[in-house]
Nanobody, 122 residues
Framework: QVQLVESGGGLVQAGGSLRLSCAVSGRTFSSYAMGWFRQAPGKERELVSGVRRGGTTYYTDSVKGRFTISRDNAKSTVYLQMNSLKPEDTAVYYC????????????????WGQGTQVTVSS
């Protein structure tokens, strides 16, 4: 049983930065593809960014150039550095893990964190 614990959310003004962390325990972290999803009220959960087992990354268009995902296999942790935040980035952010290739479908991910709120004020 793998467990994911997120931290780092909060309230920030537009243009500010936050760094989310997701600590993973229970199985070999390096075997997982990792994703950061977000869900705003009334909207579907979407993949914001992902990092494959080999370290290559994915970003949705709206965050390219602003967000950076990274993984530290020695610490079993994945990070999401979010810069130049916008009000439309406001959402609950979830970390998710998947054995297998990185995909954008939330239903493909079997393990989830509890979520952390990110609020960007204008």
């Amino acid at each position: 049983q793998v467990q994911l614990v997120e931290s780092g959310g909060g309230l920030v003004q537009a243009g500010g930065s936050l760094r989310l962390s997701c600590a993973v325990s229970g199985r070999t972290f390096s075997s997982y593809a990792m994703g950061w999803f977000r869900q705003a009220p009334g909207k579907e959960r979407e993949l914001v960014s992902g990092v494959r087992r080999g370290g290559t990354t994915y970003y949705t268009d709206s965050v390219k150039g602003r967000f950076t995902i990274s993984r530290d296999n020695a610490k079993s942790t994945v990070y999401l550095q979010m810069n130049s935040l916008k009000p439309e980035d406001t959402a609950v952010y979830y970390c998710a893990a998947r054995i297998g290739p990185l995909t954008s479908k939330s239903t493909d991910f079997g393990s989830w964190g509890q979520g952390t709120q990110v609020t960007v004020s204008s």
